[in-house]
């Protein structure tokens, strides 16, 4: 049977989730990720964009109103799907 590894003098101890994962054993989320909120607004030089809350860049550009809706919808579902 093989020993643990020794902690030398100076070392920071391990993190808990370097911890759990040399035990083998997954690390566990905090918590619910929350959803960030994606929407669409006009861009100043035309067309639409899309945006989410938080980021200052836009997600994507777009011709129409609808199609920026639509892609809305589908990066809504992506993210509700992965959280």
Same mark, same amino acid.
């Given at each position: 049977?093989?020993?643990?590894?020794?902690?030398?003098?100076?070392?920071?101890?391990?993190?808990?989730?370097?911890?759990?994962?040399?035990?083998?054993?997954?690390?566990?989320?905090?918590?619910?990720?929350?959803?960030?909120?994606?929407?669409?607004?006009?861009?100043?030089?035309?067309?639409?964009?899309?945006?989410?809350?938080?980021?200052?860049?836009?997600?994507?550009?777009?011709?129409?109103?609808?199609?920026?809706?639509? +892609?809305?919808?589908?990066?809504? +579902?992506?993210?509700?799907?992965?959280?």
């Amino acid at each position: 049977m093989s020993e643990p590894p020794r902690q030398r003098e100076g070392d920071l101890p391990a993190a808990p989730a370097q911890r759990d994962r040399a035990a083998g054993t997954p690390a566990q989320p905090a918590g619910p990720v929350p959803v960030p909120r994606v929407y669409v607004e006009p861009w100043p030089s035309g067309g639409w964009v899309i945006r989410m809350a938080g980021h200052p860049v836009p997600v994507s550009r777009h011709d129409t109103e609808e199609e920026a809706e639509q +892609r809305a919808e589908a990066y809504r +579902r992506g993210l509700a799907r992965d959280a």
